[in-house]
């Protein structure tokens, strides 16, 4: 919930009278949000011909200016330096890393932002869970680690790492909806301070990655 939060709250700083790209769009949950932050144009792609068609059905009556392609996240058609913003939850750990990295980089204009939620690869205890429950994930899954994270650095400036899902996951049965919970609030606070302190960020569950090209 809170990771969410922060991903839209980003967003709509940046966003009015941006041109922005729904990195991997699925089925198009975002973009209804996303129109109500007047970016200029949104475009989204996806690998997969259905959940495009998806997409294109569930935006066609919204009044929105937004085109949506079939296209290979790792290989896009689109010309340099075309986006002012580049976006996705959950996508990034089903490709080849650099690989997309490298593609964003170069589809993103100068100053150019990215913005991505991912999962952590470098808790322990859930690693044995992924272990335990293979048929729960795709076979393509490897959520982000560290040499992920030093080629980000290579390739952006302005990064900013935040960290998500430590407390907040671990007492998960003791509140409903996040948002009515000050329980789960409490828990999110203190997750934040946790990770102020290095050691505890390899126990999180997933982060928010922002980044700039310049």
């Known amino acids: 919930y809170n990771i969410n939060e922060d991903f839209f709250s980003f967003i709509e700083k940046k966003v009015n009278h941006s041109k922005i790209l729904d990195f991997g769009c699925g089925t198009g949950d975002f973009i209804e949000k996303l129109a ?119 390739k952006f400036t302005s990064i900013n790492i935040k960290y998500y899902g430590f407390l907040t996951l671990i007492f998960f049965p003791f509140y409903t909806l996040p948002n009515q919970s000050k329980i789960f609030k409490l828990l999110a606070y203190l997750d934040q301070l946790l990770f102020k302190i290095k050691i505890f960020r390899k126990f999180a569950w997933s982060v928010l990655i922002t980044a700039k090209k310049n």
Do not use: Q
């Open 36 to 154: 109500k932050f007047k970016p200029k144009k949104i475009i989204g792609i996806d690998i997969s011909e259905i959940s495009i068609e998806k997409a294109k059905e569930k935006t066609k009556n919204m009044h929105i200016d937004v085109d949506l392609y079939v296209d290979n996240c790792e290989k896009t058609k689109f010309e340099d330096n075309s986006f002012d913003i580049v976006y996705g939850t959950g996508i990034l750990h089903h490709l080849e890393f650099n690989k997309c990295l490298d593609e964003i980089h170069r589809i993103l204009k100068l100053n150019g932002c990215l913005v991505f939620v991912e999962p952590l690869g470098t808790n322990p205890f859930i690693n044995l869970y992924r272990k335990l429950t293979p048929n729960s994930r795709s076979k393509d899954e490897h959520p982000l680690i560290y040499k992920d994270f030093e080629y980000i650095d290579k």
